[in-house]
């Protein structure tokens, strides 16, 4: 079973988000902010994190550039979830070899996503 850690300061994302996850058989960690996921990322050694953009203390930009520079953390796939629809987001997430996935998209598109995701990381 593929463990994913889901990181989202909205207590209800994180719940859509893990009660879709679990029904496709994963298993889902929370976390509630930045900091929160740096320490179960550590904890639990997910296959893949689900990190909101905006959190409160560190942003998911932040949470990624720290996973940049930790061998530990580094090889763990990152998606990115955003509500801005804003076009630089995109290319950030594309400089920094990451997944983009908007808060509005279905639960089929985010199933869609993590399953590439997690394929992409098993081909290596």
Do not use: W
Not at 12 to 36: H, K, M, P, Y
Not at 45 to 52: E, H, R, T
């Amino acid at each position: 079973m593929k463990k994913i850690l889901c990181a989202d300061d909205d207590p209800t994302i994180r719940r859509i988000i893990s009660e879709a996850l679990q029904r496709f058989g994963f298993e889902v960690i929370l976390a509630a902010d930045g900091v929160e996921a740096l320490a179960r990322l550590k904890q639990d050694k997910p296959d893949l994190l689900l990190l909101d953009v905006m959190m409160p203390e560190l942003n998911g930009y932040d949470v990624c550039f720290k996973m940049k520079f930790d061998p530990e953390l580094k090889p763990i796939p990152v998606i990115l979830l955003t509500c801005r629809d804003q076009e630089l987001d995109g290319r950030l997430g594309v400089l920094m070899g990451i997944e983009y996935l908007h808060k509005s998209c279905s639960s089929s598109e985010l199933i869609a996503k993590v399953q590439k995701v997690l394929g992409a990381g098993n081909a290596n």
